[in-house]
């Protein structure tokens, strides 16, 4: 044991002297590792040390998995994870954030030998109903260990035989000089200039500052918010999806302006300024007056409230990881410019590409990115022309080859992660270790072109069935026959079979040729063979929807509230692919109508007006209404003279639900819509509508309500 503490360190010298971060992987009985570690934390006592466990036996601070997230923003001298607890990826990538640089991080576990058979507590949390934990795979567990024990900077302790220490003949005077500045980089400081520009500039160009995390970007607001605060009198608001994520900002200003510490209240005075959080619905619900908006983290926040936040502040500041524990920095930054270079044509980008936490090439932070695939970008495609699409070859992945295809796994994850908002190293083991997953695949050329995750779903056992059905359970996974057992109060559907479309992404540059929709004609050809419906589940924009429609698929649910991530109502779509299942899904698409008719004045009163059209148009074979000749009269002389809308109201929402199969051909604009989607059939009130359209007022409203209605009857009238 000595001579193992005595390596040790060495290899904290090391790390002291380079200012980087190691992983030691610590494998044996869990006593003796247990006790190893903190013998060395024992010599090292002056350290503050962080220790993921459920587990409360280390002399440090102990926080469970599922608790790692509170410590964002805080730094340790030493970070252990203990993955008797069970290996999350999510939470490792994490508290890997978390560590100094120059300071060790521990991975215990079993000998490495067993530990990918050993029980996790990961798969108990991911095993689907009527798997369990012991049917989950080993592969992402094997995979780590071929990566911990193929990388010469992760040191292995072993109980059982020799153990194998890092070495470096690095001295003191290798290692560059901390600067003595303000600034820990040129990135940050040129990053803080740029801030100082955009507070000063023209309005509505807003700036973007991405990195990976430990490059200063929090510091660089923090430090900017303190010369505004010098300068003149100001106003500035913190914003973001944790106000502890929000933390370092704060405890930089506090640093600058030698004020004591406080770690509950995230707000500070100076000069007659302020700086201070508040949480973005906050911000949408009660705007206040301030100077500039910056937004942390701002790929963790849903597109629909960032777009929000941009049209309500002129001057913002968006802050951004790229590649982290979050999983959707890249999702953020394909989607989110993409609206920049459409609503703001003169924003800007700045990228800050040196660390202030740690040196340059961290082998911790290396081993990250590679182990849960942090930096994988898409695949840059040769295209110049149009897909040969006789040339394209449909595979299903042999998980068990998965280990040995490290570059098809490398593809098909930069591919889920750039398509979508939230894909992360959760989902990487999920993926590869879940047996009811399945990968398809679309190559071209040994290129990949698309990639699809299919979920296994339904068979649900008829007392199960019958628990969903009564509100008394809720079983894991099952989405689909889940869903449909309880919109639609037969039980009889979980036993019918189900694959669910969980993921999937075509390659940004052989989009719009067509790909999705051949992939998933493929798709169905191969599914039908064993499933009685194929069906997905997304955040519900009208693109996304006319995309499924167009596949064949139609909705069977709209979700009452907002996705967390996606800042969409989500959609659940289905198709059939049996007789069975298509004579379920006829039954359904009957009185489904109806049922949506209804949640627009309740549950989906403020759903996009726009989802609202594209929904109505899709039923619109099975909505009908017939007018009688005094509602005529009450319409015309709505729209034609100046009949009070709630005299006629009814009359109104009469015609709306006949003129639905004509949506197409009515010449509304997109705001025109709104205003009657929003005032007849969502019933929302008149402030409301007004503020959301821009209008003048009341008057303003009912005039163009008048105008559209005469556009409506002309229609109806001329059919």
Same mark, same amino acid.
């Given at each position: 044991?000595?001579?193992?503490?005595?390596?040790?360190?060495?290899?904290?010298?090391?790390?002291?002297?380079?200012?980087?971060?190691?992983?030691?992987?610590?494998?044996?009985?869990?006593?003796?590792?247990?006790?190893?570690?903190?013998?060395?934390?024992?010599?090292?006592?002056?350290?503050?040390?962080?220790?993921?466990?459920?587990?409360?036996?280390?002399?440090?601070?102990?926080?469970?998995?599922?608790?790692?997230?509170?410590?964002?923003?805080?730094?340790?001298?030493?970070?252990?994870?203990?993955?008797?607890?069970?290996?999350?990826?999510?939470?490792?990538?994490?508290?890997?954030?978390?560590?100094?640089?120059?300071?060790?991080?521990?991975?215990?576990?079993?000998?490495?030998?067993?530990?990918?058979?050993?029980?996790?507590?990961?798969?108990?949390?991911?095993?689907?109903?009527?798997?369990?934990?012991?049917?989950?795979?080993?592969?992402?567990?094997?995979?780590?260990?071929?990566?911990?024990?193929?990388?010469?900077?992760?040191?292995?302790?072993?109980? !059982?035989?020799?153990?194998?220490?890092?070495?470096?003949?690095?001295?003191?005077?290798?290692?560059?000089?901390?600067?003595?500045?303000?600034?820990?980089?040129?990135?940050?400081?040129?990053?803080?200039?740029?801030?100082?520009?955009?507070?000063?500039? !023209?309005?509505?160009?807003?700036?973007?500052?991405?990195?990976?995390?430990?490059?200063?970007?929090?510091?660089?607001?923090?430090?900017?918010?303190?010369?505004?605060?010098?300068?003149?009198?100001?106003?500035?608001?913190?914003?973001?999806?944790?106000?502890?994520?929000?933390?370092?900002?704060?405890?930089?200003?506090?640093?600058?302006?030698?004020?004591?510490?406080?770690?509950?209240?995230?707000?500070?005075?100076?000069?007659?300024?302020?700086?201070?959080?508040?949480?973005?619905?906050?911000?949408?619900?009660?705007?206040?007056?301030?100077?500039?908006?910056?937004?942390?983290?701002?790929?963790?926040?849903?597109?629909?409230?960032?777009?929000?936040?941009?049209?309500?502040?002129?001057?913002?500041?968006?802050?951004?990881?790229?590649?982290?524990?979050?999983?959707?920095?890249?999702?953020?930054?394909?989607?989110?410019?993409?609206?920049?270079?459409?609503?703001?044509?003169?924003?800007?980008?700045?990228?800050?590409?040196?660390?202030?936490?740690?040196?340059?090439?961290?082998?911790?932070?290396?081993?990250?990115?590679?182990?849960?695939?942090?930096?994988?970008?898409?695949?840059?495609?040769?295209?110049?022309?149009?897909?040969?699409?006789?040339?394209?070859?449909?595979?299903?992945?042999?998980?068990?080859?998965?280990?040995?295809?490290?570059?098809?796994?490398?593809?098909?994850?930069?591919?889920?992660?750039?398509?979508?908002?939230?894909?992360?190293?959760?989902?990487?083991?999920?993926?590869?270790?879940?047996?009811?997953?399945?990968?398809?695949?679309?190559?071209?050329?040994? /290129?990949?072109?698309?990639?699809?995750?299919?979920?296994?779903?339904?068979?649900?056992?008829?007392?199960?069935?019958?628990?969903?059905?009564?509100?008394?359970?809720?079983?894991?996974? /099952?989405?689909?026959?889940?869903?449909?057992?309880?919109?639609?109060?037969?039980?009889?559907?979980? /036993?019918?079979?189900?694959?669910?479309?969980?993921?999937?992404?075509?390659?940004?540059?052989?989009?719009?040729?067509?790909?999705?929709?051949?992939?998933?004609?493929?798709?169905?050809?191969?599914?039908?063979?064993?499933?009685?419906?194929?069906?997905?589940?997304?955040?519900?924009?009208?693109?996304?929807?006319?995309?499924?429609?167009?596949?064949?698929?139609?909705?069977?649910?709209?979700?009452?509230?907002?996705?967390?991530?996606?800042?969409?109502?989500?959609?659940?779509?289905?198709?059939?692919?049996?007789?069975?299942?298509?004579?379920?899904?006829?039954?359904?698409?009957?009185?489904?109508?109806?049922?949506?008719?209804?949640?627009?004045?309740?549950?989906?009163?403020?759903?996009?007006?726009?989802?609202?059209?594209?929904?109505?148009?899709?039923?619109?074979?099975?909505?009908?209404?017939?007018?009688?000749?005094?509602?005529?009269?009450?319409?015309?002389?709505?729209?034609?003279?100046?009949?009070?809308?709630?005299?006629?109201?009814?009359?109104?929402?009469?015609?709306?639900?006949?003129?639905?199969?004509?949506?197409?051909?009515?010449?509304?604009?997109?705001?025109?819509?709104?205003?009657?989607?929003?005032?007849?059939?969502?019933?929302?009130?008149?402030?409301?509508?007004?503020?959301?359209?821009?209008?003048?007022?009341?008057?303003?409203?009912?005039?163009?309500?008048?105008?559209?209605?005469?556009?409506?009857?002309?229609?109806?009238?001329?059919?």
């Amino acid at each position: 044991m000595k001579a193992l503490l005595n390596n040790l360190n060495k290899l904290s010298q090391i790390a002291g002297i380079t200012n980087h971060r190691y992983l030691v992987v610590v494998n044996g009985d869990r006593d003796w590792g247990h006790s190893l570690i903190q013998q060395y934390l024992s010599l090292h006592n002056k350290q503050e040390n962080l220790c993921i466990s459920s587990q409360s036996d280390f002399n440090c601070i102990i926080v469970p998995v599922d608790k790692a997230e509170k410590y964002l923003g805080n730094e340790f001298d030493n970070v252990i994870y203990d993955a008797y607890s069970g290996f999350f990826p999510n939470t490792f990538a994490l508290t890997e954030g978390t560590l100094k640089g120059g300071g060790l991080m521990f991975l215990l576990t079993p000998d490495l030998d067993n530990w990918p058979s050993s029980s996790d507590k990961f798969n108990l949390l991911y095993a689907m109903h009527p798997f369990s934990a012991s049917d989950m795979k080993d592969t992402f567990i094997r995979r780590m260990n071929h990566i911990i024990t193929h990388t010469p900077t992760i040191s292995v302790i072993h109980q !059982h035989k020799d153990s194998y220490f890092y070495s470096s003949d690095v001295v003191a005077s290798q290692s560059e000089a901390p600067r003595q500045s303000l600034y820990k980089t040129l990135d940050q400081q040129c990053a803080v200039e740029k801030i100082l520009h955009t507070a000063a500039g !023209h309005r509505n160009r807003p700036l973007v500052i991405i990195s990976n995390r430990g490059h200063g970007k929090s510091s660089a607001l923090g430090i900017a918010c303190v010369k505004l605060m010098n300068e003149k009198v100001c106003h500035l608001t913190i914003t973001g999806p944790r106000k502890q994520a929000a933390r370092r900002v704060f405890d930089q200003i506090n640093q600058l302006l030698d004020l004591p510490d406080s770690k509950q209240d995230c707000v500070i005075e100076h000069r007659q300024s302020t700086v201070e959080f508040i949480a973005p619905d906050s911000l949408l619900r009660n705007p206040v007056k301030t100077t500039m908006l910056m937004i942390d983290e701002a790929a963790a926040l849903p597109l629909p409230m960032l777009e929000s936040l941009l049209a309500q502040y002129s001057r913002v500041i968006l802050s951004s990881t790229v590649y982290g524990y979050e999983g959707n920095g890249r999702g953020f930054f394909i989607r989110f410019l993409k609206h920049l270079d459409k609503k703001y044509p003169g924003w800007s980008l700045y990228q800050l590409d040196m660390p202030v936490r740690w040196n340059i090439n961290d082998p911790l932070e290396q081993f990250c990115y590679k182990a849960f695939l942090l930096d994988t970008e898409l695949s840059t495609l040769p295209h110049t022309n149009e897909v040969d699409k006789q040339s394209l070859e449909f595979h299903l992945l042999e998980k068990d080859k998965l280990l040995d295809n490290e570059e098809l796994i490398q593809q098909i994850f930069g591919l889920l992660t750039g398509a979508h908002y939230k894909t992360t190293p959760n989902d990487l083991r999920m993926i590869i270790d879940s047996p009811y997953i399945s990968i398809y695949y679309l190559l071209e050329h040994q /290129q990949l072109l698309a990639v699809a995750l299919i979920s296994s779903e339904g068979s649900i056992e008829q007392d199960v069935a019958e628990d969903v059905l009564k509100g008394n359970r809720r079983i894991k996974g /099952q989405l689909l026959p889940q869903t449909m057992i309880s919109e639609h109060s037969d039980t009889s559907l979980g /036993q019918m079979s189900y694959a669910r479309i969980m993921r999937i992404a075509v390659n940004p540059s052989v989009q719009m040729q067509g790909i999705g929709s051949l992939f998933i004609s493929r798709l169905q050809t191969e599914l039908e063979k064993s499933y009685d419906f194929v069906g997905a589940s997304y955040g519900g924009d009208e693109g996304l929807f006319h995309f499924w429609e167009k596949a064949g698929f139609t909705p069977v649910k709209v979700g009452h509230k907002r996705n967390a991530y996606s800042g969409y109502h989500s959609l659940v779509v289905i198709k059939g692919l049996s007789n069975n299942g298509n004579s379920a899904l006829n039954r359904i698409n009957h009185y489904f109508p109806e049922r949506l008719l209804f949640l627009f004045t309740d549950s989906l009163k403020y759903l996009d007006a726009s989802l609202v059209r594209a929904l109505m148009l899709h039923f619109s074979s099975n909505i009908s209404a017939r007018l009688t000749d005094t509602e005529i009269i009450d319409l015309k002389s709505f729209a034609y003279a100046n009949r009070n809308f709630a005299t006629c109201a009814h009359s109104l929402y009469k015609l709306l639900l006949i003129s639905a199969k004509h949506f197409h051909s009515l010449d509304l604009t997109t705001q025109e819509w709104s205003i009657l989607a929003q005032r007849i059939l969502q019933r929302q009130d008149v402030a409301t509508i007004v503020q959301t359209n821009g209008l003048l007022g009341k008057d303003d409203l009912y005039n163009r309500l008048r105008h559209i209605t005469s556009i409506i009857l002309e229609k109806i009238i001329q059919d």
